[in-house]
């Protein structure tokens, strides 16, 4: 995978269908929004200019990747076709860039915002948007709103919208989380019940979000480490070695094989923390005590490490 293919908007979906069919893409890897700025003069037809969308694919069967991008130059009412009909896990990550650069998916079953207020204003991830000129502080509850939107393309080229109900009135729905504020990780889900079982859900993931990725606009390579670290406690080196490597890549930086040896130990260190980490707390919600507290003390073997390493036993800086 050496480019990033451009597809036109209108030839997206089709020739998606063509790559997961004929290629074996079954895998969508990753979804990215972007916003490549206003178009200039002298740029090359397939500019990355405009708002649009990185897609990397993959073939479990062949291992090859394939990377494509789309775009378009209006970003008043931007507009492109969802895959969410291809691959399931767009349905999420098309709903993120719907909430942060107001992208528009046309087919996609339901549009609305991932994690961020529904009323909140403006699309903070575009360049010319200001977050806190248009969103002070807000003290009150957000509304529950039980119906969403999808986009239709009609035959002519318009687009209709359907509104679609989420949970109807004869419906029996109950909340489940988030638990407690100091939870880590909490999510709020909506289920409606036919008596033991679980009918639907409504996934409110707007708990974990801190909006750590706009604050890294206005920071420092060095400066950002700080806040990879705190993406995943359990995974602050692997998170922090993943930008630098990005960092280095795109300043042609090549690294020594003992810088390559250590990122890796103190990688697999971490992994194994987190494992000890999970496998303990969900013996001991099991009523297994006594494997809690030998996990516990495997792991803090680990953490002693990383405090000699580099001072910190969770945070790596």
């Not at 920071?219 to 998170?239: E, I, K, S």
Request: charged share 30%.
């Amino acid at each position: 995978m050496d480019n990033i293919r451009f597809i036109k908007p209108a030839d997206l979906h089709a020739e998606m269908l063509r790559l997961y069919r004929e290629e074996q893409m079954d895998f969508l890897k990753c979804l990215s929004g972007m916003d490549w700025g206003e178009p200039a003069d002298g740029d090359a037809p397939d500019a990355p200019r405009g708002l649009g969308v990185v897609y990397l694919l993959e073939s479990t069967a062949t291992g090859k990747q394939a990377a494509v991008r789309t775009a378009t130059l209006d970003r008043k009412n931007p507009e492109l076709p969802s895959v969410s009909d291809i691959w399931k896990a767009a349905d999420f990550n098309e709903r993120e860039v719907y909430d942060f650069y107001g992208i528009v998916f046309i087919g996609h079953p339901d549009m609305r915002r991932l994690y961020l207020r529904n009323d909140w204003v403006g699309y903070p991830m575009r360049k010319d948007n200001d977050p806190e000129k248009d969103n002070p502080l807000r003290m009150d509850n957000e509304e529950t709103i039980d119906t969403t939107i999808e986009l239709k393309l009609n035959p002519d080229g318009t687009v209709r919208n359907k509104e679609l109900v989420l949970f109807g009135d004869e419906e029996y729905v109950v909340n489940i989380g988030p638990q407690h504020p100091a939870t880590h990780g909490v999510m709020r889900f909506r289920v409606s019940l036919e008596g033991e079982t679980i009918d639907k859900i409504d996934a409110n993931c707007g708990y974990i979000h801190r909006g750590i990725e706009k604050m890294c606009e206005s920071l420092t390579y060095p400066q950002t480490l700080a806040l990879t670290d705190r993406l995943d406690y359990l995974g602050a080196h692997q998170n922090r070695h993943a930008l630098c490597m990005c960092i280095e890549q795109a300043m042609g930086i090549e690294v020594s094989d003992r810088v390559k040896y250590i990122r890796t130990i103190m990688d697999e260190l971490q992994r194994i923390d987190s494992h000890l980490l999970f496998y303990s707390c969900l013996a001991m919600d099991l009523g297994a005590l006594t494997a809690f507290f030998y996990g516990f003390r495997d792991r803090e073997k680990i953490l002693d490490i990383f405090e000699e390493t580099c001072g910190g036993r969770l945070i790596m800086n």
